[in-house]
């Protein structure tokens, strides 16, 4: 079955380090999802592309942030630099479209001490 | 006040018992997402539903669109089936709740 995959699955860096995570969503699928999940919360959207496109970035700090998928396919999403409060659960999902079913990556979680 | 809320926080059950988590919601939408998530992250997308109800293997799912509610059901719990019952609402983009952490004991 096709899964969406995220590496690394597990990042420590130090406050202030720039740090990346890359996520490769199922075949096919035009939607690709940032989150961010906090301890004990439900997940936040970051980002959201149609393609190679953002649609929905409002919730991406952006002096921090950033998130691309520059051929539609695969996605980068970088902090540079990390602050302590970055500290979360970063999963990504896919889907055929806006509206279909979200399939979700094992996700990346990053400490930053 | 959230958008998306459920009840009971937390759960803990005996093995072989029905249980029901509930989401409330006040925005309009075009679907609830019910996932499951285990302790490590990945996150299951359980159901996918905008109105009735849906069904697989012992979980069912209802909706209430009028009511803006929806419950998740587990026949014949099993302590596999421990981990965060996850409701979310997708008006625009998906709006999650805090979730629910179900225990299942032998």
């Known amino acids: 079955e096709a899964e969406v995959a995220q590496s690394p699955r597990y990042k420590i860096t130090e406050k202030s380090q720039a740090v990346a995570f890359w996520c490769d969503p199922i075949s096919g699928h035009a939607t690709l999802y940032w989150y961010r999940q906090i301890l004990g919360q439900g997940p936040e959207l970051l980002v959201q592309f149609q393609d190679e496109s953002v649609v929905d970035d409002s919730q991406l700090p952006k002096d921090r942030f950033s998130a691309e998928r520059l051929k539609g396919v695969d996605s980068t999403l970088k902090i540079q630099p990390a602050e302590l409060g970055d500290s979360a659960m970063y999963l990504c999902?896919?889907?055929?479209?806006?509206?279909?079913?979200?399939?979700f990556g094992p996700g990346t979680r990053l400490t930053v001490t | 006040k959230n958008e998306v809320e459920q009840s009971p926080q937390n759960l803990t059950a005996q093995e072989g018992e029905f249980i029901t988590i509930n989401c409330s919601y006040s925005v309009g939408i075009s679907a609830l997402h019910w996932l499951q998530q285990h302790p490590g992250g990945g996150i299951v997308s359980l159901f996918m539903?905008?109105?009735g109800k849906k069904k697989h293997g012992r979980l069912i799912a209802t909706i209430n669109i009028q009511e803006k509610h929806s419950s998740l059901h587990i026949t014949a719990s099993h302590p596999r089936d421990s981990a965060v019952y996850i409701c979310?609402?997708?008006?625009?983009?998906?709006?999650f709740g805090t979730g629910t952490r179900l225990q299942v004991f032998p």
């Open positions: 539903l905008s109105s």
């Open positions: 979310a609402v997708n008006p625009d983009k998906l709006i």
């Open positions: 999902a896919s889907s055929l479209s806006r509206d279909y079913e979200q399939y």
